[in-house]
């Protein structure tokens, strides 16, 4: 119900956007997260938005780097990246629910979640 694309191999200091398209449920009644997992290492929350858009909340290590925005109309969500790092390899996972933190980056409020997109930054 969630599909994440917008994936690929880029050189550091590139951007990426990534989006995520819901079908079957309605985005704008969720909180949507942008989530990562690099090889050997847990998934880590990087990005999240509010219903609303009033609010987002990034991890430190993307604040300033990446933005997060959602197009209800569109169904879709996006994770713009720039200034990417070698670092930000991994694949990325959005996902959509009702966290209850401010921050919105437990997993476990998440109830939907797409299938990943993997993305590659080469130094």
């Known amino acids: 119900q969630l599909q994440a694309s917008g994936g690929g191999l880029v050189q550091a200091g590139d951007s990426l956007r990534l989006s995520c398209a819901a079908s079957?449920?309605?985005?704008?009644?969720?909180?949507v997260g942008w989530f990562r997992q690099a090889p050997g290492k847990e998934r880590e929350f990087v990005a999240s938005?509010?219903?609303?858009?009033?609010?987002?909340y990034y991890a430190g290590s993307v604040k300033g780097r990446f933005a997060i925005s959602r197009d209800n109309a569109k169904n879709t969500v996006y994770l713009q990246m720039n200034s990417l790092k070698p670092e930000d390899t991994a694949v990325y996972y959005c996902?959509?629910?009702?966290?209850?933190?401010?921050?919105?980056?437990?997993?476990?409020?998440?109830?939907?979640w797409g299938q990943g997109t993997l993305v590659t930054v080469s130094s």
């Open positions: 938005i509010r219903q609303s858009a009033t609010n987002t």
């Open positions: 996902a959509a629910g009702f966290p209850i933190t401010s921050t919105m980056m437990e997993r476990s409020g998440y109830r939907y």
């Open positions: 079957g449920i309605t985005v704008s009644r969720y909180a």
